[in-house]
């Protein structure tokens, strides 16, 4: 039998490029503002591309776990509604790549007006990725929640986790 900590790492790391989506515009924005005032050398935008190069990195692996448990999911969900979430994180990931490709422009030409301009450019695109993050969330949100693909890692193998849930009720309040 597989190691169920590894068929459950696709929950666990889905958090990281969703919460990086919603975080970038706002640290985007706040780092164009601070190039525009003066505030931070042009330079400090290199901080935004390494963000966006993690949230690119995360985004891939959540999408190779989402992989690796798609057969054990199809299991208890209609093909179709993994193929939408499927379909939502691959947009999600390369827009993520394309805003990258434009905030490592940004980057190289920082000291120059066309990296002022692509920063604009980068931060506008972050908002995109956002978007496309929420439709991310969503069709996963409703694979575990409407379509039941928690189910997978409910039984005899998932009881054994530390933690799961053993269907006696503590009352320790």
């Known amino acids: 039998m597989a190691d169920m900590?590894?068929?459950?790492?696709?929950?666990?790391?889905?958090?990281?490029?969703?919460?990086l989506g919603l975080l970038m515009?706002?640290?985007a924005g706040g780092l164009l503002l601070a190039w525009w005032r003066k505030w931070l050398p042009p330079r400090a935008w290199a901080i935004?591309?390494?963000?966006?190069?993690?949230?690119?990195?995360?985004?891939?692996?959540?999408?190779?776990?989402?992989?690796?448990?798609?057969?054990?999911?199809?299991?208890?969900?209609?093909?179709?509604?993994?193929?939408?979430?499927?379909?939502?994180a691959e947009g999600f990931v390369w827009a993520s790549v394309a805003v990258l490709v434009v905030?490592?422009?940004?980057?190289?030409?920082?000291?120059?007006?066309l990296g002022a301009g692509l920063a604009m450019a980068a931060t506008v695109g972050t908002l995109v990725v956002l978007v496309?993050?929420?439709?991310?969330?969503?069709?996963?949100?409703?694979?575990?929640?409407?379509?039941?693909?928690?189910?997978?890692?409910?039984?005899?193998?998932?009881a054994a986790l530390p933690g799961a849930p053993t269907g006696k009720h503590d009352d320790d309040d």
């Open 25 to 27: 515009p706002l640290i």
């Open 5 to 19: 900590s590894a068929l459950m790492f696709h929950p666990k790391i889905v958090h990281v490029p969703i919460a």
């Open 132 to 158: 496309l993050g929420y439709r991310v969330g969503h069709a996963g949100g409703a694979l575990v929640y409407e379509h039941g693909a928690a189910q997978v890692y409910v039984g005899s193998s998932a």
């Open 48 to 88: 935004v591309a390494l963000l966006q190069a993690a949230l690119v990195v995360s985004g891939f692996v959540a999408m190779q776990t989402g992989e690796a448990d798609e057969d054990r999911v199809e299991r208890v969900v209609a093909e179709k509604y993994i193929e939408a979430h499927e379909e939502a």
């Open 103 to 113: 905030m490592v422009g940004a980057t190289v030409f920082a000291k120059r007006k």
